[in-house]
């Protein structure tokens, strides 16, 4: 196994929150480095940047949340009208912990930089993403769907269900990544590249790596 094979099989299981009780959102700057986004409907969108009030656009009676140790916690409800939309941005200086479960859509408004940033989405999740920095860590479960762009040293990523990765915009120096059942990921390496597909989806790769480990009966094959 390469050296960045040894996180791959790992599963992030989706953090709860820590106990506060869910209310109003909270009216000053919000200070935090977490986010746990559970429910139905609506975009929150990621900045990066010195604490700064949550800003809502929509309907914020829609979101409740709870903040506890640097963690924000929100429940999105959804809409009597299918139409309408909602948004929820949030600021951070420095990035560290993202949990989706349902189907709600997260994104950045612009690159954010990382050190070593978790990622973990369930149900129906979406997560469109470019970051910077030294490492990301991905875990896919459900139907859920992330898109990543940007550059970092290390990728390290499961995909399992019918849950779909598409990061060969993600330039990494080494990446490891283990697909289970229907799930299809892309991914991009230059140096080592751990890749094992044990489902019946498919596994792309790009960026010529210089070392290779395959494992699994699923497909992998270089990008065209």
Not at 137 to 151: D, F, M, P
Request: glycine share 14%; proline share 5%.
């Amino acid at each position: 196994m390469s050296a960045a094979g040894g996180a791959a099989g790992a599963e992030v299981e989706p953090a709860p929150a820590r106990g506060a009780a869910l209310g109003p959102l909270p009216e000053g700057p919000v200070s935090l480095d977490e986010v746990v986004v559970r429910g139905s409907g609506g975009v929150v969108v990621l900045h990066q940047g010195a604490a700064r009030p949550i800003r809502v656009t929509g309907d914020r009676a829609r979101v409740t949340g709870a903040l506890e140790d640097g963690q924000l916690s929100l429940l999105i409800v959804p809409a009597s009208d299918p139409q309408e939309t909602l948004e929820v941005h949030l600021w951070s200086p420095a990035w560290s912990t993202l949990r989706v479960a349902g189907a709600t859509t997260v994104s950045s408004a612009e690159p954010l930089e990382v050190g070593d940033l978790s990622v973990g989405l369930s149900g129906s999740a979406r997560v469109e993403l470019a970051v910077r920095g030294d490492a990301v860590t991905t875990s896919l479960r459900g139907s859920s769907e992330a898109t990543l762009s940007g550059a970092v040293e290390r990728h390290d990523a499961r995909a399992s269900g019918a849950s779909r990765l598409a990061a060969a915009g993600l330039r990494t120096r080494a990446t490891a990544l283990t697909v289970v059942g229907t799930s299809e990921a892309a991914v991009f390496a230059t140096g080592a590249l751990d890749l094992r597909n044990e489902g019946a989806g498919e596994v792309i790769y790009g960026g010529e790596p210089e070392e290779i480990t395959r494992a699994g009966q699923g497909t992998i094959r270089a990008s065209d």
